[in-house]
């Protein structure tokens, strides 16, 4: 019985631990854009001021778009293809585990009360922070939408700037894989 509650208590463990640590992505786009002729970009300002976010987080996530569209070959340019914007919402998720089982300790029945076997409920409540980072691609001639990328995940409150700087790496990667998206390529 002990070891049963020992797996059951592992795998709750690591379930939360990798349900945490993962960002859930969604991505949406213009089928009639030519992602092929988009080579250059540069931030748009306007919208990146209005993510309700620090200065120094929204760097934090400028300097992880720029890592991450320089490894596809794009350039940053003072007359690009495209307009990179970013904006932010977060919210607090409240999470109540109810527990009902077996076990072992004090129990009460109208007739016996004592030590032994039992079964028992409780429940467990959690709060965090789920933050979502959108990143949009804009056409700049036409001024248009031609992507929007999401990603959903757990924020941590952490001290720790490199794990912050991790976490915001591990966002826009994610998000980003999924840029440019994969068009139907012509038969020959």
């Known amino acids: 019985m002990k070891s049963l509650k020992r797996i059951a208590l ?3 463990t690591l379930g939360l ?4 640590s993962t960002v ?3 991505s949406d ?3 009639q854009a030519d992602f092929n002729t988009y080579q ?3 931030f748009y300002k306007t919208g990146i001021d209005k993510a309700q976010i620090s200065d120094l987080d929204k760097k934090r996530i400028l300097r992880a778009i720029e890592t991450e569209l320089a ?6 340019s003072d007359n690009p293809d495209v307009l990179i914007s970013i904006f932010t919402k977060e919210r607090e998720r409240v999470d109540v585990y109810n527990n009902y089982g077996w076990g072992w300790g004090g129990f009460y029945n109208p007739y016996v009360w004592g030590p032994g076997w039992g079964w028992g409920w409780g429940n467990n409540v959690s709060t965090r922070t789920e933050g979502s980072l959108y990143i949009d691609v804009i056409d700049a001639n036409k001024k248009e939408l031609v992507w929007q990328g999401r990603g959903v995940g757990t924020l941590s409150n952490t001290k720790s700037i490199e794990k912050k700087e991790e ?3 591990e966002f ?4 980003l894989k999924e840029y440019p998206p994969q068009t139907a390529v012509a038969v020959n």
């Open 40 to 42: 250059s970009y540069a």
């Open 10 to 12: 592992v795998a709750f």
């Open 17 to 20: 631990f990798v349900s945490c």
């Open 71 to 76: 490894s596809r070959g794009f350039v940053k």
């Open 24 to 26: 859930q992505v969604v």
């Open 29 to 31: 786009y213009d089928k």
């Open 167 to 169: 976490r915001i790496q």
């Open 172 to 175: 826009v990667s994610q998000i």
